[in-house]
């Protein structure tokens, strides 16, 4: 990984489309089923590990990638399809392979989340390696390759 610093800052834009709401999350989950079609959570969080994502990628090496490995997120207002959200992320902190953001979400009307996420850079085919190691132990089948 090539050098990313403290105070280094990404913007990504992305409008909310109709397939990203609450029940699309977990579609065989009544559970689910029961929350009206706003913004889910779970996508709101995915968005934010894609803005990170872009931020580290002029930082990779060939071969390298990145993985999730701590969200700390909160959701504090329901957005609708339609409207665009504007993702910021600061780096915090650079330990070892392990890049911290603080990041916030934005939509139309205001604020609608933030909190802190990190990212271990790592050597996809070491990481892929250790993946099917444990899809081994599991029994199911391993990455397909
Ligand atoms: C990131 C993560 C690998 C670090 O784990 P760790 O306990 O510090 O790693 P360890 O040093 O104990 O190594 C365990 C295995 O992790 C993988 N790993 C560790 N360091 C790695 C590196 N620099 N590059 C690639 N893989 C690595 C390897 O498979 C390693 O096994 P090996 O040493 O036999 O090759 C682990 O926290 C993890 O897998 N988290 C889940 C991340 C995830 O799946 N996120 C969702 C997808 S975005």
Redesign the pocket.
Known sequence: MSQIAVGERHTMTYRVPENRCVPDVFPESPEFQTVPRVFATAYMVGAM?WACMEALRPHLEPGQGS???HVDISHTAATLPGMEVRYECTVTEVDG?TVWWEVKAFDDLGPIGEGRHAR?V???A??E???N?RAEQAEVPGLAG
Do not use: H, K, M
């Open positions: 590990e993985v999730g490995v392979r271990a790592l050597d996809q070491r990481f390696a250790g993946v190691r």
